[in-house]
Structure formats: C-alpha cells, structure tokens
C-alpha cells in the first residue's frame, strides 16, 4: 500500500494551495482519512479528517480556512488551504486508517508547505 501526497510548495501569506494523496495498493472502505502537519520542534498534530461517509472534522486553528474532500472511486482525498498564515508552514502528511477488522493505518511521504510573511 503507497500513500502518495502532493501540491505542498511556496506561498506567500494569504494565499491557497492544494494538497492531495492518492492510495493505491489496497482496499479503503469503512476508513477514515486525514491530513495531520508537523512543524520543526513541533509534534504532529491532526489538522483535517473525513470518514468514508463525507463527515469532517477540523482543528480549530484551521477551521473555516481549510476544506478536506475525498473521492471514495479514486482512493484520492484533497485539502484545500486558503488564508494561509506563516503559521501553517510544516510538512503535511495524508494518513488513512480503518479501526476495525481488517485494520490499517498508513502514512504517506509529507510534503512541505512553506508560507511567508
């Protein structure tokens, strides 16, 4: 199984980018996906999650300003970061995880987003 995330790069205060991962390699059904970041020093810390229903939950500091989506048919699942702030700068990470039989929990690879001031 290979978590394979994307569009992390360079932005300057106030601006958007969009992130994405892709699955592939297994099966995703009943699981939940996330978008978790780590800053230098820092620990990760979940930012966005959705369940294979479309049920979202945000942390707060990024509530209202960013949007996770998924496409159950694609094994995809996107986060749309707009207003962003210095303070989102780290590397993202996608992760999915299922808590039941057959259970799973993947990390892909991080991607870096970098915001200005």
């Known amino acids: 199984v290979q978590l394979q995330a994307s569009g992390g790069g360079l932005v300057q205060a106030g601006g958007s980018l969009r992130l994405s991962c892709a699955a592939s390699?297994?099966?995703?059904?009943?699981?939940?996906w996330g978008w978790y970041r780590q800053a230098p020093g820092k620990q990760r810390e979940l930012v966005a999650k959705i369940t294979s229903g479309g049920t979202a939950d945000y942390a707060d500091h990024v509530e209202g300003r960013f949007t996770i989506s998924r496409d159950n048919a694609k094994n995809t699942v996107h986060l749309q970061m707009n207003s962003l702030k210095p303070e989102d700068t780290a590397v993202y990470f996608c992760n999915a995880r299922r808590s039941f039989p057959p259970m799973y929990n993947y990390w892909g690879q991080g991607t870096q987003v970098t915001v200005s001031s």
């Open positions: 390699g297994g099966s995703f059904t009943g699981d939940v």
